[in-house]
């Protein structure tokens, strides 16, 4: 009888030392919930970008996209300055990305683009003209980063879309 209620009290132990992770992690995911992914960018929803099915895109590259004016005043040219530092430090993936202007007047903008797209103002972009777009090589809209963001996490955020994106592009 002693061997018995010896044998169920073993069994009963196993069985508790096997549920105590599972209850405990439980537990730590209701108490302390995890803060999620802490994108930089906005995550824009999948959907073709509104300038990626001209011929002129460049087709199997990541893009980073932003309208262009004559009117560019400084906020503009720190845009543009901010997304060519980005494109450099990528390193070997730079070669990966490239920035397009959309452009907006007809007048001539004395800023280095790779690529220029004329763009009509009454097509308006998915989170509006206050930023720049990363697109990728399908040409579907990904993320939206604000004027003034910080260059230093956007060129982080980017580099890690390219590594872990390495097969699209």
Request: proline share 8%; with cysteine.
């Amino acid at each position: 009888m002693k061997s018995i209620n010896r044998g169920r009290a073993v069994l009963l132990a196993m069985a508790l030392l096997c549920l105590v992770p599972v209850l405990a992690a439980w537990l730590a995911y209701a108490l302390l919930p995890p803060a999620g992914g802490g994108s930089f960018g906005q995550l824009l929803p999948t959907k073709p970008f509104a300038a990626a099915n001209r011929p002129e895109w460049p087709r199997g590259k990541w893009v980073l996209a932003s309208t262009l004016g004559a009117d560019c005043q400084a906020r503009c040219q720190q845009r543009w300055y901010a997304m060519s530092q980005i494109e450099k430090a990528q390193g070997e993936a730079a070669e990966k990305l490239t920035r397009v202007a959309l452009l907006v007047s007809a007048r001539p903008v004395s800023l280095d683009v790779p690529h220029r797209l004329a763009h009509a103002p009454e097509h308006a972009l998915p989170a509006g003209n206050q930023g720049f777009y990363l697109v990728d090589p399908l040409g579907n809209q990904v993320m939206f980063y604000q004027d003034g963001a910080d260059p230093r996490r956007i060129i982080d955020e980017v580099g890690k879309v390219l590594k872990v994106n390495n097969g699209l592009g």
